[in-house]
């Protein structure tokens, strides 16, 4: 199972908004509503951010949303702060013998 | 509230076994699917494997089936994941996580572990 294709990186000045991809195909992110979105910061666990493509958990700044088209997720973050900056990974269920996958992940910087 | 504290970290040759506690707190240990995810250095999540604590049902990833057992002890709220025949590239941080809702696997992983390295020299 490949994983899901992210870009490297983004990047964003404060305030901004940034939109992170996450390309699969019509067997994961094209056929299902499990998507969900995960931010890492160095040395710490990750932290759901997003899930079933666009809801978010409590806790969790509503200027962060996702969203989906066809076999391509998004992650947006409006009004970008500094302590966005992370890495982000995408995550989907698949048709295939194994069931999740991740994406490459996205290296997410604030200038 | 919900906390999943996870075994320390563990050094092994390589052929070897490791087995990584996940300790379980603050919820029914039985309603919920636990998912065992690692990231090897500098690198992306990678989705081992779920276990139902409902029902003891388990799924792995293809990539590890056969070398990865997952298993609980109810009494003791404590999930395990233990993986065989150790290489290298075995070397990563092994978290385990906790879906949001009862009797789901969905990846809507809402608590984490803190991790535990395992490493494998080469």
């Known amino acids: 199972q490949s994983a899901l294709t992210q870009p490297a990186s983004v990047s964003g000045s404060p305030g901004q908004s940034i939109t992170i991809s996450c390309t699969g195909t019509s067997s994961d992110i094209g056929a299902y509503d499990y998507v969900s979105w995960f931010q890492q910061h160095p040395g710490k666990a990750p932290k759901l951010m997003i899930y079933?493509?666009?809801n978010r958990p409590s806790g969790v700044p509503d200027r962060f949303s996702g969203s989906k088209s066809g076999n391509t997720a998004s992650l947006t973050i409006s009004g970008l702060q500094t302590e966005d900056e992370a890495d982000y990974f995408c995550?989907?269920?698949?048709?295939?013998?194994?069931?999740?996958?991740f994406g490459t992940g996205t290296k997410v910087t604030v200038l | 509230q919900v906390q999943l504290v996870q075994s320390g970290a563990e050094v092994k040759k390589p052929g070897a076994s490791v087995k990584v506690s996940c300790k379980a707190s603050?919820?029914?240990?039985?309603?919920?699917?636990i998912h065992w995810v690692r990231q090897a250095p500098g690198q992306r999540l990678e989705w081992m494997g779920w276990i139902n604590a409902v029902n003891g049902n388990t799924k792995y990833s293809q990539k590890f089936q056969g070398r990865v057992t997952l298993t609980t002890d109810t009494s003791a709220t404590t999930a395990y994941m233990e993986l065989s025949s150790l290489r290298f590239e075995d070397t990563a941080v092994y978290y385990c996580a906790r879906e949001s809702q009862y009797n789901r696997a969905t990846l809507t992983l809402n608590y984490w572990g803190q991790g535990t390295l395992v490493t494998v020299p080469s």
């Open positions: 079933e493509v666009n």
């Open positions: 603050g919820y029914t240990f039985t309603h919920y699917v």
């Open positions: 995550s989907s269920y698949t048709s295939s013998n194994t069931p999740f996958v």
